[in-house]
Nanobody, 126 residues
């Protein structure tokens, strides 16, 4: 059974950092491109970051560029999202997902997401 489990979310003050993890079970993660997207109440889903299968290509939405870093550890079957300089507008539920198609346009990521986990809540507040 294909399963993705996100973890690492929490409450952090503005300017703080979090590292999200996306662990896969039931399949080998390095066969897939992986993306992170987020969903805030009352807002549309927003693609945040993407990493290709071979780790050669990474994309970030303009809203998180230079603050977030995506990486993968195929030996641990895990993808990470390091989030620095967090802002209140980063508050959302964050999901990782397998990606079959990615489009980058006007600083935004649009992905075709096939499998995703239950999400992890990130709250940035003082």
């Amino acid at each position: 059974q294909v399963q993705l489990v996100e973890s690492g979310g929490g409450l952090v003050q503005p300017g703080g950092s979090l590292r999200l993890s996306c662990a896969a079970s039931g399949f080998t993660l390095d066969y897939y491109a992986i993306g992170w997207f987020r969903q805030a109440p009352g807002k549309e889903r927003e693609g945040v970051s993407y990493i290709s299968r071979a780790d050669g290509v990474k994309y970030y939405a303009d809203t998180v560029k230079d603050r977030f870093t995506i990486s993968r550890d195929n030996g641990k079957n895990t993808v990470y999202l390091q989030m620095n300089s967090l802002k209140p507008e980063d508050t959302a539920v964050y999901y990782c997902a397998t990606v079959s198609k990615i489009t980058v346009r006007d600083g935004r990521l649009s992905g075709t997401y096939d499998y995703w986990g239950q999400g992890t809540q990130v709250t940035v507040s003082s």
